[in-house]
């Protein structure tokens, strides 16, 4: 594992992919699914599913932004309807059941959009009695990768791995308690933490290329040497 600091550790989130993947190769030809949380989770996920030959498909999270501060969230909820709160800032910030009521339709209406868009390139993946290996660019607060394991937890896995490349000290100790293994390459320690801070280039990434992501893990799974 890389030592505990907070300076760039990936050149993007293609390279952290390939990193991550070293650290999951014992799984390598076994049944697998790499399951990505869009769309910062996406071309992770299709290097790490390339190196483990694993099947490739999506879980779709997103955070359930604070009313009037969108950059925080105050949970998290998933394309099957699963809603996980953070019911102590519910509580700090004061939030109304039709606060929190509003906030959730409006995801799920964006969660609904996203799946529509992506509905023709996804593989559909059944992961009964599979180990799911759930990927995503990093953890902050760790409620959209813990809205993923309840989620997936209900197809009945055989276990699931949550595998990114940085965490904070706070979402791994909360996504800890929720999976059967976590694997991260490094974990933040200073009191603010930003996981665009390791990664030397940084960008939003489009839906665009999230699905040419999907386009070419299809396109490569059943290369030789890819």
Known sequence: MYPAREKPLFNDRYDAGRQLAA???EYKGQPVVVLAIPNGGVPLGMEVA?????????VISRKIP???SPEAGFGAMTDDGTVILNEELVKEEGLSPDQINYQISQ?????????LLYREVRSH?????????????????GYTMMAAVESVRRRKPREIIAAVPVT????AEQVGKVVDKLVTLATGTKP??????????WHDVSDDE??????DWQARRFRPNN
């Not at 995801?107 to 799946?115: D, F, K, M, N």
């Not at 904070?168 to 979402?171: M, W």
């Open 23 to 25: 650290l999951l190769d």
């Open 50 to 58: 390339l190196a483990l030959e694993a099947d490739f498909d999506l």
């Open 210 to 215: 999230a699905i040419q992501c999907l386009q």
């Open 192 to 201: 603010k933490f930003f996981v665009a801070d390791f990664y030397r280039r």
């Open 125 to 141: 993946t059944t992961v009964n009695g599979k180990t799911v290996i759930i990927v995503d660019d990093g953890l902050a607060s």
């Open 107 to 115: 995801v799920r209406a964006e969660i609904r959009q996203r799946s």
């Open 168 to 171: 904070s000290v706070f979402a």
């Open 66 to 68: 604070l009313p009037l």
